[in-house]
C-alpha cells in the first residue's frame, strides 16, 4: 500500500488545505495522511476530502493536533482537482497565463490588517488573504494599497514575497504616494508602483468588479 504523509501542523491557514488539495491532484497514494495543529484546520481540510468525493475520510488526537486519514477514491470515481502550489516551488503563472480576461476584479485594501478589533489577528487573516490570492485559479486584474494598506508593500512586509509573485504573474499593484509620505515609508517600498488619487479613482471607477478589503 502506497501511502503519503503530510505534516501541516506547524503551519497557518490556509495552507493545510492548500498542501492537502495539491497532494490530491498530484500524487499518487493509497492513503493520504494528513497531521494538522487545531480544529479549524481538520474541519477544512475533512470538508474539502468529502467534496472532492472521498469517502473514507477518518481523523483521530494525535498529540496537540489531529491525524486525518483518507483512502483512495473507489475506481471509475474522477473529479478533476485544481493544482496548488503553496510553496511557489513551480514557474510563476506569467501576465499571459493569468486569467484576467472577462471580468477581473480590482481590490482596494485600505489597511494591514481584516477588521478593527484585533490588530494581531487581523494581521493574520490579511497574511493569509494575500498568500490565497497567489493560489487563486481566478486572479485579481489589480491590487490598489492605501491608508495603512500600503505597509503590506514595504519592504519589512510578511506578505513581500507573496505580493511579488502577483505582481509577476501580471496584477498590477497602485500603492497610494499620499499615504507612503504621510506615514514616512516612501523609501521602503519594495513592490508596485506609487500611484496617486487621480489615477486611484480612475481606478476603482473603471473596475470590471470592486471588492474592499479592510
Not at 161 to 186: A, M
Not at 195 to 205: C, F, K, P, Q, R
Request: proline letters at 4%.
Amino acid at each position: 500500500m502506497k501511502k503519503f504523509e503530510i505534516d501541516a501542523r506547524e503551519l497557518d491557514c490556509p495552507k493545510p488545505l492548500l498542501r492537502t488539495k495539491q497532494a490530491v491532484s498530484d500524487e499518487e497514494f493509497d492513503e493520504l495522511v494528513i497531521r494538522v495543529g487545531n480544529v479549524p484546520a481538520r474541519e477544512n481540510v475533512c470538508r474539502f476530502l468529502s467534496h472532492q468525493g472521498f469517502t473514507q475520510v477518518n481523523w483521530e488526537e494525535e498529540g496537540p493536533g489531529f491525524r486525518i486519514t483518507v483512502k483512495q477514491k473507489e475506481a471509475g470515481f474522477e473529479q478533476a482537482v485544481p493544482s496548488a502550489n503553496p510553496d511557489n516551488s513551480a514557474a510563476p503563472r506569467t501576465a499571459a497565463d493569468s486569467p484576467q480576461a472577462g471580468g477581473a476584479k480590482t481590490i482596494l485594501i485600505g489597511s494591514n490588517c481584516i477588521g478593527t478589533h484585533e490588530e494581531k489577528l487581523g494581521a493574520l487573516l490579511m497574511k493569509g488573504y494575500i498568500y490565497t490570492l497567489t493560489q487563486l485559479d481566478k486572479l485579481p486584474a489589480k491590487l490598489v494599497f492605501m491608508n495603512t494598506g500600503v505597509r503590506l508593500c514595504l519592504e519589512n512586509s510578511e506578505s513581500l514575497e507573496d505580493l511579488k509573485s502577483l505582481e509577476k504573474q501580471g496584477i498590477e499593484i497602485l500603492v497610494c504616494g499620499t499615504c507612503l509620505e504621510f506615514l514616512n515609508v516612501r523609501e521602503e517600498l519594495a513592490v508596485g508602483k506609487i500611484s496617486n488619487m487621480y489615477e486611484i479613482a480612475g481606478t476603482l471607477n473603471d473596475a470590471n468588479g470592486l471588492v474592499s478589503l479592510t
